[in-house]
């Protein structure tokens, strides 16, 4: 079985400041991990995702999350927040391999608001 | 290209009725997932379709069902709808060994 634990429901910042958002994973093979941003009234998009290559992984608009074993975490992190940023964000996981990336389980959501 | 795309967008309907959602997944994803999203939750996996099987089911009742067709697009039925079953429903789609891509969902709404 596997779940995801995302600590903090929301999440603000102001323009500039860095952005953390943490996420937590159980999983009792090796896992697949992901963060997807979702905007209102949109369905999800892919920001980065961690296959078992490096353990720091970069992904789009200037995100990116380090995986840690030890800690099974895998927190986002972006230095410099922008206002479009603001959205909410989903980290996800999936088994290995093959067909298993359809078959993810979300944690619950983090809220972004940035503020001027 | 085009992305996935699902229709309707917003549907409407009363307790006990039956729906039908519909996916078209990017050209050459074989494989075909869909997922509630309740409002304030993230979502939850349903089903998983590659090359008109089924791969995987979540843990939702019988009265949910899916196929996939030979040209890899997919419906959802849902039958004897409940209030509870309002939501946002996803489709994401797939190639082999790679990533999803969502669609925007269909919102549905039950009276």
């Known amino acids: 079985a596997q779940s995801v634990t995302q600590l903090g429901s929301h999440v603000s910042v102001s323009e500039g400041a860095l952005v953390l958002l943490r996420c937590n994973y159980s999983?009792?093979?090796?896992?697949?991990l992901f963060w997807y941003v979702q905007y209102p009234n949109q369905g999800l998009q892919l920001l980065l995702k961690?296959?078992?290559?490096?353990?720091l992984v970069k992904g789009i608009n200037g995100f990116e999350a380090e995986f840690k074993k030890s800690e099974t975490s895998f927190h986002l992190t972006k230095p410099s927040a922008h206002m479009s940023d603001a959205a909410e964000y989903f980290c996800a996981v999936s088994q290995a391999g093959g067909t298993s990336y359809g078959k993810l389980t979300f944690g619950q959501g983090t809220i972004l608001t940035v503020h001027p | 290209d085009a992305g996935v795309t699902q229709s309707p967008t917003h549907l409407i309907k009363t307790r006990g009725q039956q729906v039908t959602l519909r996916c078209s997944p990017i050209?050459?994803?074989?494989?075909v997932s869909w997922y509630q999203q309740v409002l304030g939750q993230g979502p939850q996996f349903i089903f998983q379709?590659?090359?008109?099987?089924?791969?995987g089911r979540g843990n939702f009742p019988d009265r949910f069902s899916a196929r996939q067709f030979p040209n890899y697009s997919s419906e959802l039925n849902v039958n004897a709808l409940l209030l509870g079953d309002s939501a946002l429903y996803l489709c994401a789609s797939s190639p082999q060994d790679q990533p999803q891509h969502f669609g925007d969902g269909t919102r549905l709404s039950i009276l």
């Open positions: 050209s050459g994803h074989k494989s």
């Open positions: 961690y296959t078992s290559a490096a353990t």
């Open positions: 999983s009792s093979v090796p896992p697949y």
């Open positions: 379709y590659y090359e008109k099987e089924e791969r």
